[in-house]
């Protein structure tokens, strides 16, 4: 009888991404996989390291699976990814629990690292963050109609409060054909929203063809005809090209919702946050994203409390949240990362105030997003159905203009039985400030 391996991923869609492409060479190896942790005789944990409160939900997440060597099955724990990149020494040395570590640039190495765990060693599987998928196996994670499409890797815009570049290293585009084939078997296999993430998809192509390559990228896949949709994530403003943005607006398939992570509006924290672009730029772009793409969805994100942020800086970015009236928001607090640039910088601003600012921030997002919302109703939308709710004994799902799990939904009824991953017209009847409901239409 093979081994049974469960995983456990934490953080982003791009470490998701990397789950599934050591699931697929496990699988392809000859290892069982397993969801249920309990019957797992392996398990691997794919950690997340980008803020403190990530590392700390790695840790109990580590802690927790240990348990499973009591409890459960397991005989094996293997950790992997942004936090063995960043601490894999501190992690073998502090943690007897743990039987071997990967970094992130050891993704195709997983079946290798297993075996030199099950010859009683505990390795540690870090270098420099330089790999790149060239078409690995994967094994879908994500409900069968869905799918992340990792385009890169890494990132050279070294903010100064992130620690990505180090964990990552640098920006590294995949081939196109490469994604073009993997985005193909996708979507024969099922699936019909394909999401483009990377650490900054706008940049892709510029370090392998010399030139901003999104636009064709995107194109390409809207041509698979088995694709609904195609979402882009983590637009970067000043790599958004003129070229992008006619695509998007004649090309349905695309998704009108654009992820625009802005960070902060004054052009002093920009700066000393490393961010490239201003807030006259800022402001610009976005009146030009809004006359040229009809009904398009603005997402971004926000940090308030950096190291010297002024009550009038902060001022300064509720008074352009509320100009501005963007479709999507999240607010973070600002977290110290060991080893960044603005870890160093004076001004830290206390937890409650830091607190207190987040909560302002988000209390003006929450009242946009309503008006927004109570705009939709009587309109009739398209809606890519994801489930059933006992609770409120109705269907639900997303329209083009909502990401998965970070977005709002809309609940609806309908007289027919829909099924996951099938598209029906709901008309909206009713609105809160983050969900819809309705009533199928068709």
Not at 33 to 39: E, F, G, K, R
Not at 285 to 301: A, C, E, H, M
Not at 311 to 324: H, I, W
Not at 402 to 411: C, L, M, N, R, S
Request: include cysteine; hydrophobic fraction near 40%.
């Amino acid at each position: 009888m093979s081994t049974s391996i469960g995983l456990i991923s934490l953080g982003c869609a791009k470490n998701r991404v990397d789950s599934e492409e050591l699931l697929g060479q496990l699988r392809q190896a000859g290892y069982t996989l397993t969801s249920d942790i309990n019957q797992a005789e392996v398990i691997i944990v794919n950690t997340c390291g980008f803020i403190t409160a990530a590392k700390e939900e790695s840790i109990a997440a580590i802690l927790e699976a240990a348990q499973y060597k009591i409890i459960g099955r397991c005989r094996k724990l293997l950790v992997v990814g942004c936090l063995s990149q960043r601490y894999g020494n501190e992690l073998l040395q502090e943690m007897p629990e743990i039987d071997g570590i990967m970094g992130t640039g050891a993704v195709p190495e997983v079946v290798k690292v297993l075996q030199t765990i099950h010859l009683g060693q505990r390795p540690l599987a870090v270098g420099a963050p330089g790999y790149i998928s060239k078409r690995l196996a994967r094994v879908l994670t994500t409900p069968s109609y869905l799918a992340y499409l990792k385009i890169a890797e890494g990132c050279d815009n070294c903010c100064s409060y992130c620690v990505i570049p180090a964990i990552r290293g640098p920006y590294r585009s995949r081939a196109m054909d490469d994604i073009i084939s993997e985005a193909q078997w996708l979507c024969s296999s099922g699936v019909k929203e394909l999401i483009v993430v990377a650490q900054e998809t706008t940049r892709y192509g510029r370090d392998i063809y010399g030139r901003y390559a999104l636009p064709e990228l995107l194109q390409r896949l809207a041509a698979i005809d088995e694709c609904r949709w195609v979402r882009i994530m983590y637009c970067y403003p000043d790599s958004f090209t003129d070229g992008l943005i006619k695509l998007l607006a004649a090309t349905p398939k695309i998704c009108r919702y654009i992820d625009l992570p802005l960070q902060h509006i004054n052009n002093r924290l920009l700066r000393v946050m490393n961010r490239r672009g201003s807030k006259e730029y800022i402001i610009k772009l976005v009146d030009k994203l809004r006359q040229s793409i009809p009904g398009v969805t603005l997402r971004t994100t926000f940090i308030v409390g950096f190291p010297g942020e002024t009550e009038q800086e902060f001022s300064e970015l509720l008074d352009f949240m509320a100009q501005v009236k963007f479709e999507r928001a999240g607010v973070f607090a600002y977290s110290p990362e060991e080893g960044t640039a603005a870890e160093m910088l004076p001004g830290r601003i206390s937890d409650d105030e830091v607190a207190e600012r987040v909560n302002q921030a988000m209390s003006l997002q929450q009242r946009i997003s309503l008006r927004h919302n109570l705009d939709k109703v009587g309109q009739e939308l398209m809606v890519l159905v994801e489930g059933w709710d006992d609770d409120a004994k109705m269907y639900w799902g997303r329209t083009e203009a909502d990401a998965p799990e970070i977005d709002g939904k809309v609940f609806f009824t309908s007289r027919a039985v829909v099924r996951e991953g099938n598209f029906v017209r709901v008309k909206v009847i009713d609105a809160a400030e983050y969900d819809l409901s309705g009533v199928r239409t068709k």
